[in-house]
């Protein structure tokens, strides 16, 4: 039932691909980027100064410069991030286009690329940002139009700061009362299971995280290198870390037929073909997932704990979801709540570090970079070490800290804030829920795309037609297809969404991700864009016009 | 490489099944010592871990602070010691010390966490004018989300005119900023790009004796190659060419050396580098085809008559497009230092110069895997660099808090280094800049043998008893490196002058009956 992908089919880390400034014509900037204001020119700026550059080698007397593309670490070289890539670059480049009165065919770029929930209108949860103001400046605990459950967060959280200020430094794992607080949330999650503050570690955002651990895990050579299994289609993230901290990709394929279930077989398969040339060491899972949007179930989280109990596997299972899920017959399950449900044989060996933020679920404070990771099982002599490494960059951001204990902390039904509190998170939760929903039924209307229910997170990875002479064009200008389709689409229509390939997807078989964050007006004339869109294209490359 | 069959494994899971989940880690510890059971090993060990990281070491947060955080919690719970608290002098944390925020960045960080308060005649304009300026440059105008990987587009410019201002309008491109988490951060990202090669082509970084340990722990964990030059100790532990010369050469045997570190004003030495020697410096490195990072988080930090902060770019800048037009050069700041102190902020920012364009797109590329630098701290360094201006609202109050912690700070360096060397067996070069002294101790032959059948550097033998007896938590000179044969310790001169006073007499004190005990 899976065929053995081949070389090609690793669509991850090793090959490089349309990173930064190798991107193709297409991608060249339509004007001269000599203002430069825009963070995402660089790349742009490039080729018309590294041409300056080589000019000046050629007289002779210019000094080499040190750090060039042939000193560069070649690890970094090989690291993408498509989520920012040259699409994203792009769609920068036509936002400040129009800023300076250029025409389009549209009026704004729509940035629906990145799971990016305030930059797409949802507005704070009130009581978050009382606490974190109260924090930043306790001159407000005076003012009365603060409410009491918010100062008494503050004062707790400031009681457990150096000098009662957001401004020092915290212990590197995080200040203690936030710990405690996320130890007391996990217990509560998963009902009574429990969770030892010691072994909560705040972070700068689930991704610092993610690195931190793979970094512990990264070791030997040749065949004994540490492999990392990670689904396809995953979050770029994970093979860029990959790539960064030269560990080999291990791709496990999600079955689309089936929702994007995981399937055990697919892992032992996956598993067998890397031992190989590797040492698999470790086994990622994003649940609820992303791009793809299911929702593991019960029972498939107690095979993949099994398979890594068998196998030998430390489990990182990025959790950052748990709380965006929409689909009426799933539910979140912890992983660590599954594995002591297995019993003590498997909670007491089996090494899982799970990881939260304050980025998603209702809240979507992305710039406050907030996280944690509960860490189970770890060699203690392996703590002392990462205790170590997360030293060195000091702490993880207060404030972001902050907005993390309030949401493992929330107003409790007791207290009088609790009612606007649930109001407005019930309100994201539930548009979330309705906009999974619709773009779901829109997407799956138009004829040659074909979209999965969002069970949950919140991205739709639909599976899109390109006609054959789409593809021919596209290998052409030394492009992926599904590349050269969201650059027409952003082209066409402003809307920016990130081409399946960034992701990884099976060979021939071609997908976008874009966010349902979007305000419902919004994702409506959106999604009609988008199959207005895909229909042209699929008459223009058929011949049929 | 580990087995075990299922018999037994049945049989160890039912007892453990017994035990409540907490406990299962001590009987299985308990269970492998007795060898009774061959266990599933686990994934991750000491043996099996990435051995860079293990190298990784990092003082100003090592054995010695968490002995201190332990001696705290023994102190909450009603142990007796010889003090009432511990004095964490190992870091440089100004509001740990008490040190007040100033008012006018908290409002206008208050202003961008909740806008609601806008509305609020309580705050002054200038205040809510740049809280407003930041949130429209955010997405959805929240601070809440992701900024460019770059930082927030209009930072960067008020990061740019800041510098040209501070350089005396020597132009800095926005282009060029980069804010970071911290200017660790943007250090690490640096030296990321740097590091390449194998055995002999191993890239080389040069850092300062004594150094920061940011630097040597980064140059670990990347598996870079660490070049030591000496800084001159006898002469204000400035830094000599001669030196940097010796050390390159002898690197040259076995690595490819391409990155020189400077910290100026110097962490941990204090000392403030001459306009002359930083010239010499980038001639050096001009000559030699060295990348210059340049530490510049103390530069607000300068106390010493007769001293000035000369930053590295300026200096390039007036050296002539011979070398303005070539020193690949990266400068870092941040707004954890100076008379903010926001440490907790985690901002910062990264300028760099002469950087080849097709690297500057792989670092673009690099900093947006980790998304984004958190925006409250990237908002804070937009009020460093964009401070009240006279005829503001709040220009009085903020120019008044600004000198009274700067001034604070001249007093506690010259306090520090006066009272220290009436000590006989101390010896402290002055503190020309930054927050910390590092004076020489002399310890005697006895302690020196004692701390060595302990397996424990000399220095980290004389701290661990300083913490035990007084409370005290220093960091010891082998944590940033010096000349063999020689010790000291890092203290930072930021708690407040009646405070450090009484530090430094029990220091005295406890200085005094050490050498009387060990001779």
């Not at chain 1, 799956?444 to 074909?450: F, M, Q, S, T």
């Not at chain 1, 229509?493 to 979007?518: A, E, W």
């Not at chain 2, 049945?10 to 059971?37: D, I």
């Not at chain 2, 930041?134 to 929240?142: A, F, K, R, T, Y």
């Amino acid at each position: 039932m899976y065929a053995p992908p081949t070389e090609t089919e690793n669509l991850g880390n090793r090959k490089s691909r349309n990173t930064g400034c190798d991107n193709g014509e297409s991608l060249r900037p339509s004007h001269t980027p000599t203002g430069c204001g825009n963070s995402y020119s660089a790349g742009y700026c490039s080729f018309i100064l590294s041409a300056k550059a080589s000019a000046g080698r050629l007289d002779g007397k210019m000094r080499e410069k040190t750090l060039t593309m042939d000193t560069l670490n070649p690890q970094v070289k090989a690291v993408e991030y498509a989520v920012r890539g040259p699409i994203v670059i792009k769609a920068g480049e036509i936002e400040r286009y129009l800023e300076e009165g250029g025409t389009k065919p549209f009026s704004e770029v729509i940035k629906a690329n990145i799971g990016d929930a305030h930059a797409m209108g949802q507005q704070p949860i009130t009581f978050l940002r009382q606490v974190v103001a109260l924090c930043t400046f306790p001159e407000l605990m005076d003012s009365p139009s603060f409410p009491e459950d918010a100062k008494w967060r503050a004062r707790r959280i400031l009681q457990g700061c150096g000098g009662h200020s957001l401004g020092s430094y915290s212990a590197s794992p995080g200040v203690e009362c936030i710990r405690k607080d996320i130890a007391a949330y996990i217990e509560q999650r998963d009902e009574g299971v429990p969770s030892d503050w010691e072994n909560i570690y705040l972070t700068t955002g689930a991704s610092d995280g993610i690195m931190t651990i793979l970094r512990l895990l990264v070791s030997g050579k040749d065949s004994s290198r540490t492999g990392v299994m990670i689904p396809i289609p995953q979050y770029p993230l994970y093979s860029a870390a990959i790539s960064e901290m030269d560990a080999v990709q291990v791709n496990y394929y999600l079955d689309e037929d089936n929702c994007w279930a995981l399937d055990i077989n697919e892992l032992h398969r996956a598993h067998q073909a890397a031992k190989q040339h590797c040492q698999p060491r470790v086994i990622c899972i994003i649940n609820p997932g992303n791009p793809t949007g299911q929702v593991q179930s019960k029972k498939c989280i107690e095979e993949v704990l099994h398979f890594a109990y068998e196998e030998n596997l430390f489990v990182m299972s990025d959790e950052v979801y748990q709380d965006n899920v929409y689909a009426p017959d799933c539910q979140f399950h912890s992983f660590k709540k599954v594995l002591y449900e297995m019993g003590p044989e498997y909670f007491s060996s089996v090494e899982l570090v799970s990881f939260h933020s304050t980025s998603k679920g209702y809240t979507g404070e992305c710039g406050f970079r907030g996280g944690y990771m509960e860490v189970i099982n770890m060699d203690p002599e392996v703590k002392a070490q990462l205790v170590k490494l997360l030293s060195v960059r000091l702490c993880p951001p207060l404030a972001g800290q902050a907005a993390m204990d309030v949401i493992v902390n929330p107003p409790q039904p007791e207290e009088h804030t609790f009612k606007q509190f649930h109001q407005e998170k019930s309100s994201v939760l539930g548009a979330l829920a309705e906009k999974a929903k619709l773009t779901e039924q829109i997407l799956n209307a138009v004829p040659g795309i074909k979209c999965n229910p969002v069970q949950g997170a919140m991205y739709a990875f639909p599976r899109i037609f390109i006609p054959p002479k789409a593809v021919e064009e596209a290998k052409a200008l030394g492009m992926q297809p599904d590349m050269l389709y969201c650059l027409r689409l952003l082209e066409e229509t402003g809307i920016c969404v990130v081409p399946g390939s960034g992701f990884g997807q099976k060979d021939r078989t071609y997908h976008f991700r874009m966010t349902i964050l979007p305000s419902i007006e919004k994702l409506n004339v959106l999604l009609g864009k988008v199959r207005d869109f895909h229909i042209r294209f699929l008459k223009e490359y058929s011949g049929l016009e | 490489s580990w087995s075990w069959d299922r018999t037994s494994w049945q049989t160890y899971a039912t007892n453990l099944s017994a035990f409540p989940a907490a406990q299962s880690e001590h009987l299985q510890q308990k269970m492998s010592e007795n060898g009774a059971l061959p266990l599933r090993g686990k994934v991750l060990t000491l043996d099996t871990m990435n051995a860079n990281v293990k190298k990784v070491d990092y003082a100003v947060r090592g054995p010695i602070v968490q002995r201190a955080v332990q001696i705290e919690k023994e102190l909450k719970e009603g142990v007796k010691k010889p003090f009432e608290e511990v004095i964490k002098a190992n870091i440089g944390d100004a509001h740990a010390m008490g040190q007040r925020p100033i008012t006018f960045f908290r409002q206008v960080m208050a202003l961008c966490t909740y806008p609601q308060l806008l509305d609020d005649n309580k705050f002054p304009e200038d205040a809510k004018n740049r809280a407003r300026r930041i949130l429209q440059s955010c997405g959805g105008n929240s601070i809440g989300a992701y900024t460019t990987s770059q930082g927030i587009d209009c930072v960067r410019h008020d990061v740019a005119n800041y510098i040209q201002r501070r350089d005396g309008g020597i132009p800095s491109d926005p282009d060029n900023i980069y804010l970071t988490t911290g200017a660790s951060d943007g250090i690490v990202t640096i030296l990321k790009l740097l590091t390449t090669g194998e055995g002999r082509t191993r890239t080389g970084v040069m850092i300062s004796i004594p150094q920061y340990p940011l630097y040597s722990a980064s140059i670990a964990e990347l598996g870079a190659v660490q070049i030591n030059y000496y800084l001159n100790e006898e002469k204000c532990w400035s830094l000599d060419i001669s030196e940097l010369q010796r050390s390159l050469q002898a690197a040259r045997e076995h690595c490819n050396p391409c990155v020189l570190c400077i910290i100026n004003p110097g962490n941990p030495t204090g000392q403030v580098q001459s306009r002359q020697c930083i010239e010499d410096v980038i001639r050096f490195a001009a000559k030699e085809n060295l990348f210059l990072m340049a530490d510049e988080v103390y530069q607000d930090n300068v106390y010493a008559e007769g001293c000035a902060f000369h930053s590295f770019k300026k200096v390039l800048f007036e050296m002539g497009p011979e070398y303005s037009s070539k020193v690949e050069l990266a400068s870092f700041h941040s707004t954890s230092k100076c008379y903010m102190g926001e440490c907790g902020f985690r901002g910062g920012y990264m300028e760099v110069m002469n950087m080849d364009p097709e690297v500057k797109a792989q670092l673009t590329k690099l900093v947006s895997v980790r998304l984004c630098p958190p925006a409250p701290g990237q908002a804070l360094m937009d009020l460093v660099v964009n401070s009240p201006q006279p005829g503001e609202p709040s220009y009085q109050t903020f120019m008044k808090e600004r000198t009274a912690v700067l001034s604070a700070l001249a007093e506690k360096a010259k306090l520090t280094e006066e009272i220290l060397n009436t000590v006989p067996g101390i010896s402290c070069n002055p503190v020309q800049g930054a927050m910390y002294s590092f004076p020489r101790i002399t310890l005697p032959e006895r302690s020196i043998n004692e701390a060595k059948a302990k397996g424990q550097a000399p220095d980290m033998f004389y701290c661990m008893k300083l913490l035990e007896e007084t409370g005290i938590c220093l960091v010891p000179g082998s944590g940033f490196g010096q000349r063999e044969g020689t010790y000291h310790f890092r203290m930072t001169i930021l708690p407040p002058t009646d405070k450090l006073k009484i530090m430094l007499n029990k220091l005295k004190e406890f200085h005094q009956k050490f050498t009387q005990q060990y001779s």
